[in-house]
């Protein structure tokens, strides 16, 4: 909240006025251009402009003006500071939009996965699925790439913490297989459940990787098991969840 005019720095102010100029319609301005659009005078529109070029955020020709890939860092700081569910729900929607499948986020708690974006389509589960949803890690795609990423000891801890009650008669409930099941999701990059959580519900999972290097959150899309192996998920839906990964892993 302002208090007093010295709580406003005018020239800033400017300063944003005259990116915000530019945009896919107009990727080049002159300084005339830059003023006209930003409201400003001529002269002021220039110090911003060079400004921007003397600090790397600007290209100049010496008549046209264009933005640098550097201007990006401003906006990868404010996605950075965004709630994790609002950064990932409209990649989320446009996944759902292209495979026709539900898509979730999760985190890891203890050993609970916990949703915290979704994206439903045609509802193929008895339970309605929305963000706070809770189900066990070592019976979901989600759970188990997310156990992948901890250290071996840590994920063995968690598996022999959690309720291993079958939930169906496909439920891996031997710890041994279970850690096998997360190990190959530790060394494919994914994993796939066949109806262990649910009859007549499959589901492909990634983790979702920050800019680091480290992972964050898991990734999956859901669809009814059908006559096919579950193994052709790798090849119907793999390589867009692991699309989506990499525009992520840009923004996170």
């Given at each position: 909240?302002?208090?007093?005019?010295?709580?406003?720095?005018?020239?800033?102010?400017?300063?944003?006025?005259?990116?915000?100029?530019?945009?896919?319609?107009?990727?080049?301005l002159t300084i005339t251009e830059a003023?006209?659009?930003?409201?400003?005078?001529?002269?002021?529109?220039?110090?911003?402009?060079?400004?921007?070029?003397?600090?790397?955020?600007?290209?100049?020709?010496?008549?046209?003006?264009?933005?640098?890939?550097?201007?990006?860092?401003?906006?990868?700081?404010?996605?950075?500071?965004?709630?994790?569910?609002?950064?990932?729900?409209?990649?989320?929607?446009?996944?759902?939009?292209?495979?026709?499948?539900?898509?979730?986020?999760?985190?890891?708690?203890?050993?609970?996965?916990?949703?915290?974006?979704?994206?439903?389509?045609?509802?193929?589960?008895?339970?309605?699925?929305?963000?706070?949803?809770?189900?066990?890690?070592?019976?979901?795609?989600?759970?188990?790439?997310?156990?992948?990423?901890?250290?071996?000891?840590?994920?063995?801890?968690?598996?022999?913490?959690?309720?291993?009650?079958?939930?169906?008669?496909?439920?891996?409930?031997?710890?041994?297989?279970?850690?096998?099941?997360?190990?190959?999701?530790?060394?494919?990059?994914?994993?796939?459940?066949?109806?262990?959580?649910?009859?007549?519900?499959?589901?492909?999972?990634?983790?979702?990787?920050?800019?680091?290097?480290?992972?964050?959150?898991?990734?999956?899309?859901?669809?009814?098991?059908?006559?096919?192996?579950?193994?052709?998920?790798?090849?119907?839906?793999?390589?867009?969840?692991?699309?989506?990964?990499?525009?992520?892993?840009?923004?996170?």
């Amino acid at each position: 909240m302002l208090n007093k005019p010295t709580d406003h720095i005018a020239s800033l102010a400017k300063g944003l006025r005259v990116i915000e100029c530019f945009g896919a319609e107009t990727p080049r301005l002159t300084i005339t251009e830059a003023a006209s659009a930003s409201g400003l005078d001529r002269a002021t529109a220039r110090r911003v402009l060079l400004t921007l070029h003397r600090e790397g955020y600007a290209d100049y020709d010496g008549k046209f003006f264009t933005l640098t890939p550097r201007i990006l860092r401003l906006g990868m700081a404010a996605l950075a500071s965004l709630p994790l569910s609002q950064i990932v729900q409209p990649w989320l929607e446009q996944l759902s939009e292209q495979t026709g499948h539900s898509c979730s986020v999760a985190l890891l708690d203890e050993t609970e996965i916990v949703y915290i974006a979704r994206a439903a389509r045609k509802r193929v589960m008895s339970i309605g699925l929305m963000p706070g949803s809770r189900l066990p890690a070592v019976s979901t795609s989600l759970g188990r790439v997310l156990l992948a990423a901890l250290p071996v000891g840590e994920a063995r801890a968690l598996v022999e913490a959690s309720d291993l009650t079958p939930r169906t008669r496909f439920s891996v409930t031997d710890p041994e297989e279970i850690l096998a099941r997360i190990e190959q999701a530790r060394a494919e990059g994914f994993a796939i459940i066949d109806q262990e959580i649910e009859i007549g519900l499959r589901s492909i999972a990634v983790p979702l990787i920050d800019g680091r290097g480290r992972v964050v959150a898991a990734l999956n899309t859901g669809m009814a098991a059908t006559a096919e192996s579950a193994e052709t998920l790798k090849d119907s839906c793999l390589p867009k969840l692991l699309k989506v990964q990499a525009g992520l892993r840009r923004v996170m």
